[in-house]
């Protein structure tokens, strides 16, 4: 799904910026905002957008069928076609949101709240490996022959923030979810940045654990940094 933000008034030096960038690569910049949820991940997205005069594309995990069935049954129902078609159902549709995207770059910004690599991580976590080995090479396939976001802009928070935030929202937290905080976690540190599956992309890492105390000082960090990359 696309959503258009329209924040009236493009500085004029960035509009400068961006029309250079259009005279040089035949489209506008591509920018991909990732890391798990609870970061502010969706906050700095859609300040990226309102900046950029951008338009956001979006995973919807509520329209996916396999998806509804795996929360409606809490984990009792142990069928692993059903784990399969919910990642060939994320890849597919995270491939059209892209294809797309790089289309209509010809006429605006664009600012994914998604990239395509945490398809991968959650097949790691949840597929057996016989189902897992042809998913990968459908993956590698699509992977080698999409586009690749300008830049990427990592969000990142340690275990304990984030669930401080999931607590501070009601969520439930037990253990299970504690764990899968830590494994998200691990698998975006080791297979985004650190595995250069976006090498020939810019991309900025922030910390909001650390570096960051209010949502305000971020997304001022975050504009001033993406404003020198674009270039």
């Known amino acids: 799904m696309q959503e258009w933000i329209n924040n009236s008034v493009v500085v004029p030096e960035l509009q400068s910026t961006l029309k250079e960038f259009l005279l040089l690569q035949k489209r506008y910049p591509v920018i991909a905002v990732t890391w798990p949820a609870w970061v502010w991940k969706t906050t700095i997205t859609k300040e990226i957008a309102s900046y950029l005069w951008a338009i956001i594309y979006t995973e919807l995990p509520e329209n996916n069928p396999f998806l509804k069935i795996l929360k409606d049954t809490s984990g009792k129902v142990n069928d692993a076609t059903l784990w399969v078609n919910n990642q060939n159902y994320f890849l597919a549709t995270d491939v059209w949101e892209i294809t797309k995207a790089f289309i209509k770059s010809k006429e605006f910004p664009i600012v994914f709240d998604f990239s395509l690599t945490q398809t991968f991580i959650f097949s790691d976590i949840n597929l057996s490996w016989n189902y897992l080995k042809a998913f990968n090479s459908m993956y590698a396939i699509q992977f080698k022959t999409l586009p690749k976001p300008d830049i990427v802009v990592e969000v990142v928070a340690n275990d304990e923030i984030i669930i401080e935030r999931l607590t501070s929202r009601w969520k439930h937290i037990d253990e299970f979810v504690i764990k899968m905080v830590e494994k998200l ?17 810019k991309y900025i890492r922030f910390n909001n654990s650390t570096q960051y105390n209010d949502v305000n000082s971020l997304k001022g960090r975050v504009i001033g940094e993406l404003s020198n990359l674009i270039k």
């Open 185 to 201: 976690n691990w698998y975006y540190k080791s297979w985004i940045v650190e595995d250069n599956y976006y090498l020939d992309s």
